[in-house]
Each structure stands twice: as structure tokens, then as C-alpha cells.
């Protein structure tokens, strides 16, 4: 039987727990395609589970977000062939993208543009799909003012995107460090730190702020409703869960936008030059405990990707 390299762990832990080894090589069942994994983004919430946030079978693979060309398509898969170029996220239950090889619903997938490079279409699925949850769970509109912490993270970065293209003023609430990138982006950057709310509604237009999207937590929920003066229906944490028995606020991200149909959208987008998912840094597969170290820091500016 063929064997892979992937990613496993058999117990939970700090990122040394992570093992690069061989597996048995998937095949597909029906619905599903084997793709050759090209590039995996990777994701703080996979922290989370490796950490034993999340409990389930172990050992585990990790990770679903992916790009790669279709190799294999199991019974009644009709909408891709061998060597179609792909992108999109294995089923959410099955954290198996790390890998050389890697099984993904066909529904979970769609096509990769020519032009669209495999470290941006591998890291699209779980950023993109929360930032365009997060900016639509906040209902942004042409001259709204929205706040946005870690606004140059994985997430973040598109979120800024996302919601200059509704038409809001974004204020970017990032380190010095992404200032330019912000400005460079059509937001306003607000550094964190002391006076933070003080210096949001000065830079705000008009010192009104009618959105706060949270992609950082450690207060972000209480600094937005408390001293900003945001109505709880118009805040979005992914992060801060336990605001969320404190504050009616909302708390959507990447599974409800988890659609082929929302990374068809990201894509073309991206395609069309008008979206632009910054790649912090990439890792052989081998390296993945060091990737994971480079993430749990929290001072990337984009996505950080695996390639197998």
C-alpha cells in the first residue's frame, strides 16, 4: 500500500506533540476527490485543538484548509477530473490537509484560477471564510465606521479588504509595524495600547464608531460596547468566547461561510487583483512544529503556509 507524509499527533500538547509521518495514502469515497496537496494554510484555531480545547479521536491530523490538483475522484463526482488545479477545505470533521496527500468533499472545493498563486489558494479557506462571515454578520454599509482588532493577521487582512469594499471607514487596529500596510489598504491604522478608545474616536470621522469586528480578544467585546459605545448587534468576535456570556454580541466565523461558493467569490476576487491575502511565510511540511511556533507569537502579517 502507497504511504504519505502527514501530519499527526497522538496525545495533546504544546507543538512538539506535532509528527511528520508516513500514513497510509486516502482514496476517495463517493463525493470525494484525492487531491495532491500544493499548499495548506494553517490556523490558530488548530492550536486550539492540538492543545486538547477540542476533544475527539486521536491520534489526529490537522488542518483543512488546502489547494493542490485533483489525482483521484471517487463515484458520482461529475464537476472535477484528474489534474483539475483546486481549492478549498477537507470536511471540518476530518483535519487532514497537512499532508502530501489529502481527501476533500467535492462540494468543498472549487476551481484555482491560472493566475492565483497555490500559497494564496491553500491559505484562503479558514481566513477568508471568517472575514467575510465576521464583515457580514456586522451588516457594513457605505459610510459606516468600523473598528477592527488584529487587523493584520490572517483573518484580519482580508476583513480590511472586505469591508473597505462595502464602503465603510476602517480602522485598523494593529502594531506600528502595519501601519503601512493599513494606509497602503485605504484604512486607518490605530495602535494598540494605552488611550486605545481615546485615539479610535479621534481618528474615527465624526468620533462615531457603529461596528467592531474582533479577531484578537483580551477585551476587545467591553472596550467596543463599553467605552466606544457600539450596539452589541453590530459586534462580531471570532475569539473572545467568553464575552460572549456577558454581551449580547455575535460570534460568527468560518463555518458560516464554510461554502464552495463563498471561496468561488474570494477567488475570483483575488484573481481580478481587487483582494489580496498577504503571505507572511512559508514552511516545508517537515518544519510544521516551527510554523506553529511562528503563528502562537500573534505578530504575523497574513497567512502562514505549509507546502508538502
Known amino acids: ?9 497522538d496525545d495533546y500538547g504544546d507543538v512538539d506533540v506535532l509528527q511528520v509521518r508516513s500514513v497510509p495514502r486516502p482514496s476517495p469515497k463517493a463525493g470525494e476527490v484525492l ?38 475522484v471517487g463515484a458520482g463526482v461529475e464537476s472535477f477530473q484528474v489534474g483539475d488545479e483546486v481549492l478549498g477545505f477537507c470536511a471540518l470533521n476530518a483535519r487532514a490537509s497537512q499532508a502530501e496527500f489529502a481527501i476533500a468533499p467535492a462540494d468543498n472545493l472549487t476551481a484555482k484560477p491560472s493566475t492565483v498563486s497555490w500559497d494564496v489558494a491553500g491559505a484562503l479557506f479558514t481566513a477568508g471564510a471568517t472575514a467575510y462571515a465576521a464583515v457580514r454578520a456586522v451588516g457594513l454599509a457605505p459610510r459606516d465606521v468600523v473598528a477592527i482588532s488584529a487587523a493584520t493577521g490572517g483573518v484580519g487582512t482580508i476583513a480590511v479588504q472586505l469591508a473597505k469594499r462595502a464602503g465603510a471607514t476602517v ?39 457603529d461596528a467592531f469586528l474582533d479577531f ?17 448587534a453590530r459586534v462580531n468576535t471570532t475569539i473572545d468566547l467568553a464575552a460572549l456570556t456577558a454581551f449580547p454580541v455575535k460570534a460568527h466565523g468560518n463555518l458560516h461561510a464554510a461554502r464552495a461558493s463563498v471561496m468561488a467569490e474570494l477567488v475570483q476576487l483575488i484573481a481580478a487583483g481587487e483582494l489580496e491575502i498577504p503571505i507572511a511565510a512559508t ?16 505578530h504575523t502579517r497574513g497567512k502562514i503556509v505549509l507546502r508538502p
Do not use: C
Not at 216 to 232: C, E, K, N, S
Not at 283 to 298: K, S
Open 216 to 232: 484578537f480578544g483580551t477585551g476587545y467585546v467591553q472596550l467596543a460596547i463599553h467605552d466606544l459605545g457600539v450596539q452589541p
Open 171 to 209: 480602522l485598523g487596529i494593529a502594531g506600528p509595524s502595519g501601519n503601512d500596510w493599513l494606509t497602503g489598504h485605504g484604512a486607518i491604522p490605530v495602535n494598540y495600547g494605552p488611550t486605545l478608545a481615546d485615539r479610535l474616536k479621534a481618528a474615527a470621522p465624526g468620533g462615531r464608531i
Open 1 to 9: 500500500m502507497p504511504t504519505i507524509k502527514a501530519v499527526q499527533f
Open 283 to 298: 514552511y516545508p511540511l517537515d518544519q510544521v512544529r516551527d510554523a506553529f511556533r511562528a503563528l502562537e507569537q500573534r
Open 35 to 72: 487531491l495532491q496537496v500544493k499548499a495548506a494554510g494553517i490556523n490558530p484555531g488548530e492550536t486550539v485543538v492540538r492543545r486538547g480545547g477540542m476533544p475527539g479521536k486521536l491520534p489526529s491530523g490537522q488542518g483543512v484548509d488546502l489547494a493542490g490538483v485533483v489525482t483521484e
